[in-house]
């Protein structure tokens, strides 16, 4: 007890820690929003502007060609549409496959449950890289190279959907388990149980998954990369930016700003507005390792 | 975060089984499987088998151009020691690692201890620290390389203080190290918020009752949260070491493992043999140690958290 007021420092004094952590942290998060800053005034300047000394931290006039020229030079537009669909198809796909499975690994019973769960968990620790030749060869045994079904079969039943069962099955286990029952002694079958009441109820999950789900597809590189590299109508976004190059390989600077400006334009209005849902999840997603 | 419960409904079946229809725990079984059965087959098709077929191609002298796939025993891994570019590629990786582990990890701390302490900034800090994580890899890879050309705008606000800035990403003595900056300043956010979600699970009368007994925020930190944190600390530790591996796209537009191979990773360089040289078998017999270098890794670090990792729930 005699200690008591060394333990309750002035209020002011406690104002003015805050208000100093406050300030570090603006300067800290300087390099991580300057960059972003700078991609998106970028792609307003012209040619001879974007490598002005002293760099101009506004455009003198906004160059609305240089998005004209991102649709002129690559079929951007389709490009766009492509990243659009596969993830759309990513997301459903997942939703529906990762949320039953994750109910059965919640909540049926069927012999080696927990063993093929952790299995499946540990699938986590293998990285991309080193199943991307044989998922290229295995591709390539199905006809499937130069076409967009890897880039939606692999992310819906590879290792990306072992992230969203596992985020179903934790949230199924956090349901009160009385509500199913009262369906089951009403009669509905275990898949009625699930598609009327778990389901309806796991509605954040599913958000958390379908959100996350989007960033991933919408964000990918290898796969794109190496499943469907050469035909400019196929690609997806994050494979196309990189192309606008002059006849010498440069990059033509202003031309990927303005592409790389439209693609994270989506992203970030999605990550504003659900953030709540889209910051937890990536939480659990890590706790999940 | 709700903890998850194992409800006493379903792991008692036996006792409650007179309540439901005869059969009903031998048709749960028989669903159950149908639930989990299109992700168990994609599972087995799509990361199983492609474990196993990796350890088969590693046998084999594969190139896909000259139309050749015949046993050669160990032979891609004996070739490994005449590469003479796979040392220059395990250094690397070596210092990506080394550089990536702890700066992701203590800076995601601090950050995280900062933001948890920021009162009514506290929600807006955490956005905006977040943001570069859902920014996608390649436009973050582009806008750097962008600004860190021999004339980019890093130059550029240098040379307004008199400063003359290197080539960053071309001078070898910078390179990597500037490619480690860079997957840092991307990924903190997410390390953030692991750090946030574990200092919110910290009952605050553990450091209140510190604090009665005399400690100071010093004393507090280092012998209340700290312990406490140690599990995800360790979390952190094996995510990043993982990560530090699946740092693909950032080399590939930053530096396309340049100068040399001084920034071309061990996957990258799988990348590289196998889908610019063509030399399939020789990658994946890369691959082969690539996958047994993260299992190792990941071993090492369970086998050791008992040392350090204070509470365990």
Known sequence: MKSEPQVMRPRSRRRWSGIALTVILIIGAIPLLFPLWWLVTSAFKGLNEIFQYPPHLFPDELKWENFAKVFELQPFARQFLNSLYIAALNV???????????????????????????????????????????????????????????????????????????????????????LEDAGRIDGLSRFGIFRHIALPLARPALATVAILTFLTSWNAFLEPLVFVSGVPDLLTVPVAIPLYADAYGFPVWEVQMAASTLSILPVLIVFIIAQRYIIPGFARVGIAG | MTQPVESPTYSQPGRRRS??????????????????SPQLLGFLLFVVGPVLAIAWFSLHDWNVIAGTFNFIGTGNFEAMLNDKSLPTVVLASVLFALGYVPLNVSLGLLAALAVSKAAHAAGAMRTVYFVPVVVSGVAWALVWRFMLQDEGAVNGFLSVFGIEGPNWLRDSGWAIGMVVVVQVLKDIGFSMVIFLAALQGIPSDLEEAARIDGANNRNVFWHVTLPLLTPFVFLMIVLSIISSIKSFALIFLLTRGGPGYDTTTIPFYIYQRAFQNFDMGYASSLAVVLFFVVMILTAGQFALRKRWVFYEE
């Open chain 1, 92 to 178: 459903i796909g997942t939703l529906v496959f990762s949320s039953l499975a994750g109910y059965a690994f919640a909540r049926m019973r069927f012999p080696g449950r927990n063993v093929l769960f952790v299995l499946m968990l540990s699938a986590l620790l293998v990285p991309l890289e080193v199943l991307i030749i044989p998922l290229y060869a295995l591709m390539g045994e199905l006809g499937w190279l130069g076409t967009h079904l890897p880039l939606i079969v692999l992310p819906v039943f590879g290792v990306d959907a072992v992230i969203g069962t596992f985020l179903m099955r934790q949230y199924f286990l956090s349901l009160p388990v009385e």
């Open chain 2, 19 to 36: 309540r439901w229809r005869p059969g009903y725990w031998q048709r749960d079984a028989i669903e159950g499987v149908a639930f989990v």
